[in-house]
Every structure is written in C-alpha cells, then in structure tokens.
C-alpha cells in the first residue's frame, strides 16, 4: 500500500497536469514522452524536458539579438529559429509554447517587426510559464520518489494509554 504522504504528492501531481492540459499548455504528446520513461530510465522526462529548456532559451535569445538590432533583423533567420522551437516544443507537448510560435512565424513572414517584438515577449511568457509549471511537477515527482522509499511500521490498530 501506498504511504499517505506518497498517495497525497500522487495527488498533486495529477492535479497539476491536468491544470496544464485544462489551460492548453500541454498536449497528449507530453503523456507519450511519459509512457517512454521507466526503471531503466527513470529520469526520461525530466532530461528530454531539460534538453528542450536548454535549447529554447538559446532560441530565444537569438531571436531578441535579431529583432532588437536593426542591422542584425533577418526575418528568414527568425522563421529557421522558430521553426526549431516549433518542432522542439511539439515533441514534448508544449502546446500553448507550439501554437504561439506558429503565430509568430506568421508573423513574421509578413516583416512586422513591431508585431514580432509582442509575439516574441508572448513567447517568452509563455516559455516561462510552461518551465515554472513542469519544474513544479518535476519536484513533486522527485518528493514522490523519497515518500515511497520510507516505510513507516505498522500502528497497532488499538493504541494503549
């Protein structure tokens, strides 16, 4: 049987995912990624999501260089970058992160700086958003993982005074 502790963090991490599926911000992908870790590799999803948060918050500051320096503006560059971000983001199930990239994209192929600029600054939000919640879920997985390794000793059912 589970411990108390380990059946409550359990909890709250099922309720936490399903905010993030409840607001969009991630998708069914994100389950399949899960159905890929297990004992052998029980760290799966936190590396391939910690993979994917190191390479977007390179993309991401090479999109701010291109759109804040005029001479550097290079509206074919800004789709390559986040035609990367689009693919990387739906391979984890990053759907809000995905849907906003695509809209950038379009945005993009029109030469709208000004409109760039405010997708680039949704985006980042919505990056952050997404990092703050899956690190959130991560450290209850991780606080999951220690309340199953304790076991408590059996409380007699009659306590004595």
Same mark, same amino acid.
């Given at each position: 049987?589970?411990g108390?502790?380990?059946?409550?963090?359990?909890?709250?991490?099922?309720?936490?995912?399903?905010?993030? $599926?409840?607001q !969009?911000?991630?998708?069914?992908? $994100?389950?399949?990624?899960?159905?890929? =870790?297990?004992?052998? *590799?029980?760290d799966?999803? *936190?590396?391939v999501?910690?993979?994917?948060?190191h390479?977007?918050?390179?993309?991401?500051?090479?999109?701010?260089?291109?759109?804040?320096?005029?001479?550097?503006?290079?509206y074919?560059?800004? %789709?390559?970058?986040l035609?990367?971000?689009? !693919?990387?983001?739906?391979?984890? !199930?990053?759907?809000?992160?995905?849907?906003?990239?695509?809209?950038?994209?379009?945005?993009? =192929?029109?030469?709208?700086?000004? %409109?760039?600029l405010?997708?680039?600054?949704?985006l980042?939000?919505?990056?952050? /958003?997404?990092?703050?919640?899956?690190h959130?879920?991560? =450290?209850?997985e991780?606080?999951?993982?220690?309340?199953?390794a304790?076991? /408590?000793p059996?409380?007699?059912?009659?306590?004595?005074?």
């Open positions: 049987m589970l108390l502790n380990e059946e409550l963090l359990r909890a709250d991490m099922n309720r936490l995912l399903n905010l993030l $599926f409840h !969009g911000v991630l998708d069914e992908q $994100f389950l399949q990624l899960q159905q890929l =870790q297990d004992e052998s *590799s029980p799966f999803v *936190s590396e999501v910690n993979i994917y948060f390479e977007t918050e390179k993309l991401l500051r090479n999109l701010r260089e291109l759109l804040v320096d005029i001479e550097l503006l290079d074919k560059k800004i %789709g390559i970058h035609n990367q971000l689009v !693919g990387s983001s739906s391979s984890i !199930g990053a759907k809000r992160v995905r849907n906003v990239c695509v809209a950038f994209r379009a945005i993009s =192929q029109q030469n709208n700086r000004p %409109g760039c405010r997708a680039l600054e949704i980042e939000h919505e990056y952050c /958003y997404l990092k703050s919640k899956l959130e879920l991560f =450290q209850i991780q606080h999951r993982i220690l309340a199953s304790v076991r /408590y059996m409380q007699p059912n009659n306590p004595t005074t």
